[in-house]
């Protein structure tokens, strides 16, 4: 995709996930306009501090979009009885037409159960199993999963169109490299890649890496991916985010991604940051599945 000597341009997560946000705010306007305003309800369940920053940030984007947001937030000895009454009201509640419950859940909670017990019509995190099945024949009512939908909206809205292209995936959660797997293998506009899913039992890793065009990690590991497995040219998308001890820093901690940011944009054309790159458009999709959850549940095309 480039020629050599050159630092990677740097994809930049945070324009197209404002670009995305602004056409949200458009959609909300047109519901509201229905009589309709969209509604999110957030569980969270502990004081997990990560998931306690995504969950503010799900609900202040949601302000910024003009959809309603109600978090939930429950301690974290919160049993299974108690966290499964709080999702069947909020399947009853007109108000609310997209519901999330933010992983990952305490040991006494069957995290199994939860994603079961959730309306598919308002599960916007498209976890409930009749939306994974959905997702897997390409049934364009399922909701897509927020990450891996995110990953491709970048891929797409910054020019590089995995359609044709051989894309190399380390990591297969079911939250993001399972689901892009699927996603960027569907006969569709952002798909048509020829996908190769590794993970940490792949042998030769970096040589099945290196195969990729377009590389994508998603395997929790701070700094994974090193030069060495990136093919001179490819486009590099980071999912990762992990905090790391820095005493050095205000918080003790920053987040790096699971690829070696700094020596890998010497051999990559592209390169998405952290944070600043795949982060920002999880939080876009996830809006934008909450506007397809409203013209589902209120019949509006
Ligand atoms: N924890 C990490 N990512 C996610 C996500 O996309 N949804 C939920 N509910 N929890 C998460």
Redesign the pocket.
Known sequence: MKGSNKVADVIDGKRVAAEIRQEVKQEVEDLRANGVTPGLAVVLVGDNPA?AV?VRMKAKACEEAGIYSRVIRLPVETGQGELEAVVDELNADGAIHGM????PLPPQIEERSITWRIDPAKDV?GFHPMNVGRMMIGDPLAFR???PAGVIELLMRSGYDPSGKRVTIVGRSN?VGKPLSVLLSQKMKGGNATVTLAHSRTPDLPAVLREGDILVAAIGVPEFVKAGAVKPGAVVIDVGVNRVDDPGTEKGYRLVGDVAYEEVSQVASAITPVPGGVGPL?IAMLLKNCIVATRGIAGIA
């Open positions: 998931s995504y999330l419950v933010q992983l995190d999963p927020a990450t939250i999880t």
